[in-house]
Antibody, heavy 118, light 108 residues
């Protein structure tokens, strides 16, 4: 069974760094793009970026370029989303997703809630 | 960047009624790379429709998608109680994705 399992909720202070994870299982991890989607409380879905674990090719939404870093470790079938200096405005639920070969999102992780507050 | 605008923002309907949700793109989108998702409170979204009109696995046939170019539609033929949720359209071009802002289908 294909699944994406994300790391647990995080509470951080502004200026701190953070790396959240997404472990893929039940499929060939290096054959599918993994993306990240942000959802702020009560708001819609925003694409953050996407990575192909097979060769680490990474693309970012213009809105998130330079604000976050996406990476993957194919040896442990895990993708990451990280911040070097969090802001209160980073507070949101972050979903990792798998992009099907046809382009749509076929699997979603359970989400990681990131709260940034002083 | 392609902007997707959904209408209406909220649709108030009763069970058994027909729901028609629209999504308009700021520029032409390939039908092959257009989809719809449903999100219920406290849950991750799930895929309903891909390639503009193909139902995902396990999606009931009361859900249908249509459209091309810049105008796409999701239709729920007869609303069931479990269909009250937020619906998002998405385009998934080769190197970028965008989502619409969502349409909430609420109980009237």
């Amino acid at each position: 069974e294909e699944q994406l399992v994300q790391s647990g909720a995080e509470v951080k202070k502004p200026g701190e760094s953070l790396k959240i994870s997404c472990k893929g299982s039940g499929y060939s991890f290096t054959s599918y793009w993994i993306g990240w989607v942000r959802q702020m409380s009560g708001k819609g879905l925003e694409w953050v970026g996407i990575i192909f674990p097979g060769d680490s090719d990474t693309r970012y939404s213009p809105s998130f370029q330079g604000q976050v870093t996406i990476s993957a470790d194919k040896s442990i079938t895990t993708a990451y989303l990280q911040w070097s200096s969090l802001k209160a405005s980073d507070t949101a639920m972050y979903y990792c997703v798998r992009k099907d070969s046809s382009g749509y999102i076929d699997y979603w992780g359970q989400g990681t809630l990131v709260t940034v507050s002083s | 960047e392609i902007v997707l605008t959904q209408s209406p923002d909220t649709l108030s309907l009763s069970p058994g009624e027909r729901a028609t949700l629209s999504c308009r793109a700021s520029q032409r989108v390939s039908s092959s790379y257009f989809g719809w998702y449903q999100q219920k409170p406290g849950q991750a979204p799930r895929l309903l429709i891909y390639a503009a009109s193909s139902r995902a696995t396990g999606i009931p046939d009361r859900f249908s998608g249509s459209g091309s170019g810049t105008d796409f539609t999701l239709t729920i033929s007869r609303l069931e109680p479990e269909d009250f949720a937020v619906y998002y359209c998405q385009q998934y071009g080769s190197s970028s994705w965008t989502f619409g802002q969502g349409t909430k289908v609420e109980l009237k």
